[in-house]
């Protein structure tokens, strides 16, 4: 079946450290994203890539980074700079196509900072 | 900027009773509008989309919703909810010149016996 895939589920961290959060698509969709959840804030984009090897900020970019150096993945690394990073992050993809798309969304990832 | 409001953060309602969940937005250029569902501990998933043509758009488990031009509004509407219709909505917006879709705050629907 085809769909997104995000790793781990449940993450927990140390504050300092590094975390990278894997995103997996096998829709052969040129476009994908990631999102960060809070409670009562809705989603808020972080990155996005509309094909391999480029990508855009979104509106909370800071402390965050991503690379696209294959079509099927888009890992997110939660840097030691991001002041905030408990939350739940989601992945997605589209087709690319002016914001027609549909957006097929992972399971999330919950990160935790202890 | 695109923006999109949704008025209501949670919305309690009894079982079988109809439910109507506000959305607003705001754009200085035509849009694309949808509704996703989010069950606890999930991804999202689409309810339904506004592209264009007929205002009134249906989507699954018997959603439907309201393009208003004029209003600037997309309110998402079901004639009889059910238990399992417990989660969050979310409308979202994209402008016809990019790929970058904003997400409303979301409603928290709670359907009570």
């Known amino acids: 079946d085809g769909g997104i895939t995000q790793s781990p589920k449940y993450l927990f961290r140390k504050e300092g450290q590094n975390v990278t959060l894997s995103c997996e698509q096998n829709?052969?969709?040129?476009?994908m994203y990631w999102y960060r959840q809070d409670p009562g804030q809705g989603l808020r984009l972080i990155y996005y890539?509309?094909?391999?090897?480029?990508?855009q900020k979104g509106d909370i970019a800071e402390g965050y980074s991503v690379s696209r150096e294959k079509k099927e993945s888009f890992p997110l690394t939660v840097t030691s700079a991001q002041k905030n990073p408990t939350a739940f992050y989601l992945c997605a993809s589209s087709i690319v196509g002016r914001g027609t798309g549909e957006l097929f969304f992972g399971e999330g990832s919950r990160l935790t900072v202890l | 900027a695109q923006s999109v409001t949704q008025l209501d953060s949670q919305v309690p309602v009894f079982e079988e009773a109809p439910v109507e969940l506000r959305c607003n937005y705001s754009?200085?250029?035509?849009?694309?509008l949808f509704w996703y569902v989010q069950y606890p501990n999930q991804g999202l998933q689409l309810l339904l989309k506004y592209l264009s043509g007929s205002t009134l758009v249906k989507g699954i488990n018997g959603f439907e919703a309201e393009f208003n031009k004029s209003q600037t509004s997309f309110h998402l509407r079901k004639p009889s909810v059910h238990i399992s219709d417990t989660a969050e909505y979310f409308c979202?917006?994209?402008?016809?010149?990019?790929?970058?879709?904003?997400f409303g705050k979301g409603t928290r629907l709670h359907i009570l016996p």
């Open positions: 979202a917006v994209s402008d016809l010149m990019d790929d970058k879709i904003i």
């Open positions: 754009s200085s250029v035509s849009v694309y």
């Open positions: 829709l052969n969709h040129d476009a």
């Open positions: 890539s509309q094909i391999v090897n480029d990508f």
